[in-house]
């Protein structure tokens, strides 16, 4: 097997703020894996939060890239999943690229394969009655942290184009604006669902102040109210909370969600953040039945750093894969979303293409 590079810059459509930034673009780098004539993408982009520049993507990507060379074929590369032991955005990258190239060759879209990985379903050959449904959901759109007349517009906007949950980023200096914003799109969007993600903002006493206020607003969840790094502390505020705690920066490693099982009301499982989709499944595998349930989140990236949480969109109780949606130009397509609904496709593997190309990528 060989493997190729590409780096790109992706630049939002408008500047996203949360409570410790504020981002206009990122990179992405695109590994590609080529195997007796069809390729397989996957993507990797930076963050500053988890530490992974341009340079060190480039390099751990590479390294793996020579490291699939002692395999046979893409699906022994698969099953010892190579990059394990790499950053898990590397990793995740790494997985996609190798279960787009399975797809392609085996006929299947990935979510075939990861319900048969999984046990939750059998493969069978496509078309066929007991072939399972391709995943979709609806997602929620992120609404950064602007002054509460544009997010109300932005609200407005979304529901007309079909968005059924928004999530408001929180966390600005005054509290108040917060509550302003949330009430703003309340009003602007009646029908919505709301989720709020202070990123980690808030202290303990004033999530206890804050959280019975936004329940009063009708928000649904939060999302990480306190800073990470003090899981206890996310647990028991859970206990005391009149709204849903879903735990994003605490939730990372398999470990770290085995520890906040069954006491938080949801984890954030990011495939960036966690490794890939198999890694994934392992999780939600092991939440199951703890009253602690999936949200699938993702990091501003294109479709085809996407694709593969959609392909595990319908085990999640709250979808955020919105992260396409917020590019000024979105490279790659194939999940949709601009209705309020990903899907993903029953074409084999990831089951995307790339815009430039121009038509269905048969590699």
Same mark, same amino acid.
């Given at each position: 097997?060989?493997?190729?590079?590409?780096?790109?810059?992706?630049?939002?459509?408008?500047?996203?703020?949360?409570?410790?930034?504020?981002?206009?673009?990122?990179?992405?780098?695109?590994?590609?894996?080529?195997?007796?004539?069809?390729?397989?993408?996957?993507?990797?982009?930076?963050?500053?939060?988890?530490?992974?520049?341009?340079?060190?993507?480039?390099?751990?990507?590479?390294?793996?890239?020579?490291?699939? %060379?002692?395999?046979?074929?893409? #699906?022994?590369?698969?099953?010892?999943?190579?990059?394990?032991?790499?950053?898990?955005?590397?990793?995740?990258?790494?997985?996609?690229?190798?279960? !787009?190239?399975?797809?392609?060759?085996?006929?299947?879209?990935?979510?075939?394969?990861?319900?048969?990985?999984?046990?939750?379903?059998?493969?069978?050959?496509?078309?066929?009655?007991?072939?399972?449904?391709?995943?979709?959901?609806?997602?929620?759109?992120?609404?950064?942290?602007?002054?509460?007349?544009?997010?109300?517009?932005?609200?407005?906007?979304?529901?007309?184009?079909?968005?059924?949950?928004?999530?408001?980023?929180?966390?600005?200096?005054?509290?108040?604006?917060?509550?302003?914003?949330?009430?703003?799109?309340?009003?602007?969007?009646?029908?919505?669902?709301?989720?709020?993600?202070?990123?980690?903002?808030?202290?303990?006493?004033?999530?206890?102040?804050?959280?019975?206020?936004?329940?009063?607003?009708?928000?649904?969840?939060?999302?990480?109210?306190?800073?990470?790094? /003090?899981?206890?502390?996310?647990?028991?505020?859970?206990?005391?909370?009149?709204?849903?705690?879903?735990? /994003?920066?605490?939730?990372?490693?398999?470990?770290?969600?085995?520890?906040?099982?069954?006491?938080?009301?949801?984890?954030?499982?990011?495939?960036?953040?966690? %490794? +890939?989709?198999?890694?994934?499944?392992?999780?939600?595998?092991?939440?199951? +039945?703890?009253?602690?349930?999936?949200?699938? %989140?993702?990091?501003?990236?294109?479709?085809?750093?996407?694709?593969?949480?959609?392909?595990?969109?319908?085990?999640?109780?709250?979808?955020?894969? !919105?992260?396409?949606?917020?590019?000024?130009?979105?490279?790659?397509? +194939?999940?949709?979303?601009?209705? %309020?609904?990903?899907?993903?496709?029953?074409?084999?593997?990831?089951?995307?293409? #790339?815009?430039?190309? +121009?038509?269905?990528?048969?590699?």
């Amino acid at each position: 097997m060989k493997a190729t590079l590409r780096t790109v810059r992706l630049a939002l459509a408008e500047p996203l703020r949360i409570s410790r930034s504020t981002m206009t673009a990122r990179d992405a780098v695109w590994f590609t894996v080529e195997h007796e004539g069809l390729t397989g993408h996957g993507e990797a982009v930076t963050s500053v939060y988890y530490g992974l520049n341009t340079a060190e993507l480039e390099r751990q990507l590479y390294e793996a890239g020579l490291d699939l %060379g002692r395999f046979v074929d893409p #699906e022994s590369a698969l099953r010892e999943r190579p990059a394990g032991d790499r950053p898990p955005a590397v990793a995740a990258a790494v997985e996609a690229a190798l279960l !787009d190239l399975c797809g392609k060759r085996s006929g299947l879209p990935a979510h075939r394969l990861l319900d048969a990985k999984s046990a939750r379903t059998a493969p069978s050959t496509p078309g066929t009655p007991s072939a399972p449904s391709a995943p979709s959901a609806r997602t929620a759109r992120t609404i950064g942290i602007v002054p509460a007349e544009r997010a109300a517009a932005q609200a407005r906007s979304l529901a007309d184009s079909g968005f059924t949950v928004i999530k408001v980023k929180a966390g600005a200096p005054d509290p108040e604006d917060d509550l302003g914003r949330v009430r703003a799109i309340a009003s602007a969007a009646p029908r919505a669902r709301l989720l709020l993600d202070p990123n980690g903002a808030w202290t303990s006493a004033e999530a206890l102040q804050l959280l019975p206020r936004y329940a009063e607003l009708g928000v649904e969840a939060v999302e990480q109210p306190l800073a990470p790094g /003090d899981p206890e502390a996310l647990a028991r505020l859970a206990e005391r909370s009149p709204l849903p705690l879903i735990a /994003d920066e605490d939730a990372v490693t398999h470990e770290d969600v085995r520890r906040l099982a069954g006491r938080v009301h949801g984890v954030n499982v990011k495939l960036a953040k966690c %490794g +890939g989709p198999y890694e994934a499944l392992r999780i939600a595998e092991l939440i199951e +039945g703890s009253g602690t349930e999936l949200m699938l %989140g993702c990091l501003t990236a294109s479709t085809l750093g996407l694709a593969p949480a959609v392909h595990l969109a319908d085990r999640a109780r709250w979808a955020d894969l !919105d992260g396409h949606l917020l590019l000024a130009d979105d490279p790659w397509t +194939g999940i949709g979303g601009a209705d %309020g609904v990903v899907r993903a496709s029953e074409l084999p593997g990831l089951g995307v293409r #790339e815009r430039r190309v +121009g038509r269905e990528d048969a590699a």
